[in-house]
């Protein structure tokens, strides 16, 4: 099964090589100065000066900032989600072992400098752009929670688990990835963020998860 991260539709008005390479150019500079700026503090100019590329040529592939942020959030979607849920569509291993791995692998996107620095952005920036928040939700989170709540329907009906409400059984394999490191981050608090500190997390994760939801609970 298709990942949705990777259904996602591409802005991009050329599939010229030259022309995707320009594009991909100009979002390394967009990425860059959103996460100095915030998005209402970042212009055209500035994004394009970062991208070394011409106002014209920026233009010629965004029509504004806003198109050029959706753009952004959409590449970061599409790679993110993509690796983060190809253990499920591969589907290879037991059960916990395959929660045990996307947890892993969420918390690790969550903590990322992007992922984080993305986050603050929607929410210092959603009352004055509330369209940013439904985007990107629709863009990322909700994307998520899609794939897996279609993967845990799967496993009700091939009887692995016993899921009466998969939407909200999502819902709560990502709080449960979120405890104590991601929250820590998200605050600049101290926290272990050791490959042992994560894996820990993604272990009690999947075993929590499955105390709930596995039949032989």
């Known amino acids: 099964m298709t990942s949705p991260a990777l259904s996602l539709a591409s802005s991009s008005r050329s599939t010229c090589p030259v022309s995707h390479a320009k594009r991909e150019q100009v979002l390394a500079g967009a990425e860059a100065v959103f996460?100095?700026?915030?998005?209402?503090?970042?212009?055209?100019?500035?994004?394009?000066?970062?991208?070394?590329?011409?106002?014209g040529t920026l233009y010629n592939h965004f029509e504004n900032k806003a198109e050029l942020f959706r753009a952004l959030v959409d590449k970061l979607a599409r790679e993110k989600l993509a690796a983060m849920f190809q253990p499920l569509s591969a589907g290879e291993e037991d059960c916990l072992t395959l929660l045990i791995r996307v947890a892993e692998e969420f918390i690790r996107v969550m903590i990322s400098p992007i992922a984080l620095g993305l986050y603050r952005i929607i929410v210092s920036e959603a009352p004055q752009f509330p369209e940013l928040s439904d985007m990107f939700w629709q863009k990322g989170p909700a994307c998520a929670r899609r794939f897996l709540t279609d993967w845990l329907r799967r496993q009700d009906e091939n009887r692995?688990?016993?899921?009466e409400d998969a939407v909200f059984a999502a819902d709560q394999f990502f709080a449960l990835c979120q405890a104590r490191i991601v929250h820590f981050r998200r605050l600049e608090l101290p926290v272990d963020c050791s490959d042992e500190a994560i894996g820990d997390l993604a272990q009690r994760t999947g075993r929590a998860f499955l105390k709930i939801y596995g039949r032989d609970r």
């Open 35 to 55: 996460l100095e700026c915030g998005y209402e503090g970042a212009s055209m100019s500035q994004i394009a000066a970062r991208a070394r590329v011409s106002k």
């Open 160 to 163: 692995v688990l016993e899921v």
